[in-house]
């Protein structure tokens, strides 16, 4: 299957109401050339998305929207123009189109021609999650997994489920007369309970989702499996002791803990940053920037996965990019603008929140391979120490190389064994300094459930990350407890 | 540069507001039309335009253009929401079917529906919010390089850049319901800002600053914001290690107000009833401080965050929601005040314009009073759990010892619980900063844990 008939759809959906046709983007393709313009493109979106939620025990609440526009950029030397409207007929496109190409100092070049349809391989199936299950299916869904929730344990005080669903539709035109296009799917499933006891509450969450319609939720127990995963993590932290303070060694568990590599080195390995010299990794090319346990990699060619794209958005392929190999740094993730200015080939990571944001070098799925250990024979090493097994989320100073990572889930490690769950903390290093400290990689490699989203320089996008069980010898842990020294 | 581009559109904001009424009230008339017992509409144009220059050079000129509107239908006490971009002229009669489909589906609650008529705001008072800046590209372009090269001259350290920004935005936003309200509110919004990157041997350390203002001749100096990023960023050179323990933390001005975001968070409405707060049944219970009251002033005029009506259409107005310390009012709009057998306080859309009232002190006196301990310029990561009020997040800043600034600390963790963190707080500053929508000096807690 490759991406040629998502063209032919994509063109109807996009162009067909307001009666576009080739010709008149043609036209439009000439109007933003100029001398002095090195690329240009039209990016054509139609965005539909749908939610419900249950919280106290009724489906109260959903919502459906519907965007649909195009963003006109211009490129000249380090220059963008860039402007975008919110309906796709003639005098709007070509209103944006003249916005975009002010940067430009010299008149209309007279490109005519016609647009060439790239094709690459599908990485997911050209579906529509909104209309993959009737309405009232979805909400007793929400009903069904409310009551499971509640059933599995007294102490479960409040249940907050939802369901998201978004279809999105995109077609990429440049000035080089290339044409492509991508239809994505992203189906996301959502459980967050309280747990009360003894005037104590504490939240539990789990969720999932990927590119592929509702068909894992109706046909399979994932969504069981969320809420299990939900009760049990929330009764986990009813009985949390106060985290620890101070540097000490941390074991992270498989799968979302790998939003460790998207902070410590992911956005780090951004193009942008460093074309700019403002990475903490820029101008580290060939060095060795991590453990020699440590192989990155950046990879949108996973089938179905939250951070999979056929195409980028940019109408480049989706690519799987070896970032770090062995602990050296080898490859850098660019989209178009930065390769060009780097002498690079873009790796098909040039991506945007939609039609009325600028594309920028952003993550896909970025994961660490896995490696020797077994997972106990990790645990078992540390003597006094934290595992964590899920996170909240993180940031990163991209310039400085510090990051954080706020844990939801974690644990005490005495004498090479799991102890008492720990109330949530945050930890804290510096990228290439805490990568250097991975002294063991365990062999149970898990890509996360389907829920990341990457917020970077006011645009979000969503992502997949994945890591095996490893080992930082020492990062700073964010706690108040008893275990501080001074 | 050729005057081809649409400069922002020097529209009458009358004229637009009138426009999108007409909108709000077709959409309206359609629901009440497929049937919708009550609905409500928020339908919103604007435009602006964004310049950015590094080293010198212009980088991105953008030209934004946002339009589109949002309706929730009521059929009985059942409620569907639908919202488009799309101004096509089946988009009104489509996205309002969306939405009654979505009715059709969703269960009743007692609770769901429009504010009481008789809340509804009736005098709209002017806010002064509308001054727009006639700027284009080459006078944006000029702001901005002037920024930047502050920035880069100020301090040999100062090695590299990610540039400058100036943006300009206006816009209108209307809001009517099937009570017969309808009303429009038209601002604007302008600012530059500038991130500047200083370096030593050992490494790099990126600061920003900003300046923002409903009115352009408001705007501090732009010559002035790139010397404070830079100014800032060379003072975080030299970061040395502290020793983790439990010491006396100051919140600078800028990261204070994150800081009472929190506590608002706390007592708002939706927090509430969902039992996602660590402050629920507390009206009446000291929450903070008794040295902090915290005031809403809905009406100021120019203010970044004033509103004449909340997202239900009903009358905003000045209140105190901790009163010396004391939880005084909820945050509540009026799905929340039903959820929790109260009436609205006017907050649906959040809370506008905010102050940290204090008997606030010169900050080298309170820098002085503490000791040893931390001075917080920075703050990152998501860190905070309301529903426990554990607070844990990464911080840097500057090492007080013996009430003397000693060094820039980086990468350390700051951590408690947040009821310890606003009963703690022992001091505020007079440094107010206005930029955001909480308006508060630098504050003192008493006590939190630093780990290094």
Known sequence: ?486 | MKPVAPQPAPTDPAALAASLKDMATRILDEAKRQGATAAEVAAGDSSGLVVSVRKGELETVEFTNDRGFGITVYVGDRKGNASTSDAGPNAIRDTVRAALNIARYTEGDPCNGLADASLMARRIPDLDLHHPWDIDVPRATERAVETEAAGLAYDNRIVNSEGARVATARGCQVYGNSHGFLEAAWGTRHSTSCLMIAADANGMQPEDWYTVSRDPTDLENHVEVGREAARRAVGRLGCRPVNTGTYPVMFAAPVAAGLVSHLLSAISGRALYRRESYLLDSLGRQAASEDITLREEPHRPKGLASAGYDGDGVETRAKTFIDGGVVASYILDSYSARRLGMTTTGNAGGYFNLDVVADTRPVEELVNAMGTGLLVTNLMGQGVNLVTGDYSRGAGGVWIADGEPRHPVDEVTIAANLDDVYKGIVGCGDDIDRRGNIHTGSLLVREMTVAN
């Open chain 1, 1 to 486: 299957m490759t991406t040629n008939n998502v063209i032919v759809s994509a063109r109807q959906a996009l162009w067909d109401p307001d009666e576009i046709g080739e010709p008149e983007i043609t036209g439009m393709l000439g109007r933003l050339s100029a001398k002095d313009i090195d690329t240009g493109e039209l990016f054509f979106q139609l965005l539909r998305h749908e939610a419900w939620g249950l919280e106290d025990g009724k489906v109260k609440s959903g919502a459906y929207s519907v965007d649909r526009g195009v963003g006109v950029r211009a490129i000249s030397g380090e220059k963008t123009g860039f402007a975008y409207a919110d309906n796709i007929a003639l005098p709007a496109l070509s209103e944006a189109t003249e916005a975009a190409r002010s940067i430009a100092r010299t008149g209309h070049g007279s490109r005519t021609g016609v647009l060439t349809g790239t094709t690459a391989a599908v990485r997911y199936a050209d579906v529509d999650p909104i209309a993959s299950a009737p309405e009232d299916a979805k909400v007793a869904l929400l009903h069904r997994i409310d009551t499971l929730a509640r059933s599995l344990d007294p102490r479960v005080s409040e249940v907050v489920v939802r369901v998201s669903l978004d279809c999105e539709v995109n077609l990429v035109v440049t000035t080089d007369g290339l044409m492509s296009g991508d239809s994505r799917p992203m189906a996301r499933f959502d459980v967050m309970v309280l747990a009360e006891q003894n005037g104590r509450r504490e939240r539990g969450s789990s969720g999932g989702g990927g590119r592929f319609d509702t068909g894992w939720l109706f046909n399979t127990d994932a969504a069981d499996e969320y809420a299990r995963e939900a009760v049990r993590m929330a009764l986990v932290n009813l009985d949390a002791v106060d985290a620890p303070a101070g540097a000490m060694p941390v074991v992270l568990g498989p799968g979302w803990p790998g939003v460790l590599l998207h902070e410590a080195v992911g956005h780090g390995l951004e193009g942008d940053f460093n074309r700019k010299g403002t990475s903490a990794f820029a101008g580290r090319m060939g060095e060795v920037v991590a453990s020699e346990l440590c192989t990155v990699i950046d990879d949108a060619t996973l089938a179905d996965r939250r951070g999979s794209l056929s195409v980028d958005d940019e109408g480049t392929p989706g690519q799987h990019t070896t970032l770090i190999e062995n602990g050296v740094l080898v490859g850098y993730m660019q989209d178009k603008h930065n390769a060009r200015l780097m002498g690079a080939k873009s790796t098909g990571n040039g991506r945007r929140q939609s039609y009325a944001y600028l594309p920028m070098p952003r993550m896909t799925n970025t994961f660490l391979r896995p490696g020797a250990s077994e997972p106990d024979d990790i645990i078992a090493s540390v003597d006094k120490g934290v595992y964590a097994v899920s996170f909240g989320g993180g940031q990163v100073d991209i310039t400085s190389g510090k990051f954080v990572f706020s844990a939801t889930e974690a644990y005490l490690i005495e004498g090479g064994k799991v102890g008492p769950a720990i109330r949530g903390a945050t930890l804290i290093g510096n990228g290439p300094e805490v990568m250097q400290r991975v002294s063991m990689v365990g062999n149970d490699f898990k890509l996360d459930g389907g829920v990341g989203i990457c917020g970077k320089d006011g645009q979000t996008v969503p992502v997949g990350v994945g890591q095996p069980t490893l080992k930082i010898d020492e990062i700073t842990v964010g706690g108040t407890g008893a275990g501080a020294t001074s």
